[in-house]
């Protein structure tokens, strides 16, 4: 079971839906090896980047696979676009393979975000601001109009 939410700029038309957890589709083996119905592991389908999927098969035997993969959220940290992402590990002989995910926007490498908070102003607007995983806490501004007020939506379960 997995969540998600969605983020709306007060100010435009930006919003985002965030996606996160383990959805019922990700049983362990499924992730890396067996097939959804179109023939494909979940890894395949969840990852666009071909060069990443192109790595991960290279890599992939029994000793690489982790249990480690879940859909994660990111933020480019230089024009502060969301973006979901599935996130995963394998351990290679020269250490972990962890994949590096790009803004769609300006390439910029996307940071995971571990935490995200809402704080509501006086006025009753509600300001984000949201933590690295390297601990590094930061406040959101729209990456569309420079706005910092937002709304989100209930959160919403899915499978
Ligand atoms: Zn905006
Ligand atoms: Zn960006």
């Known amino acids: 079971m997995g969540f998600g939410y969605t983020i709306r700029c007060k ?5 985002f839906g965030a996606m ?8 362990s083996a499924m992730a890396y090896r067996e ?4 023939g494909q592991p979940i890894i395949c389908v969840s990852v666009k980047d071909k060069s990443i999927r192109k790595k991960v098969s290279d890599i992939l035997d ?24 599935f996130y995963f590990k394998l351990n290679t002989s020269s250490g972990e393979y962890i994949p590096e995910y790009r803004c ?18 006086n006025d009753g607007d509600r300001h984000l601001s ?20 937002m709304t989100t939506d209930t959160m919403i379960m899915w499978d």
Do not use: H, Q
């Open 11 to 15: 100010s435009c038309t930006y919003c």
């Open 35 to 38: 097939c959804d119905e179109d």
């Open 20 to 27: 996160l957890g383990t959805g019922m589709l990700y049983s």
């Open 62 to 85: 029994d000793n690489t696979c982790t249990e480690e993969y879940y859909e994660d959220l990111y933020i480019c940290p230089k024009c502060m676009r969301f973006a979901n992402g």
């Open 130 to 149: 949201f933590k690295y995983r390297n601990g590094r806490k930061v406040r959101w501004k729209c990456p569309e109009c420079g706005c910092d007020k």
């Open 104 to 121: 769609e926007e300006c390439e910029t490498v996307l940071k995971r975000i571990k935490e995200v908070n809402s704080e509501k102003d």
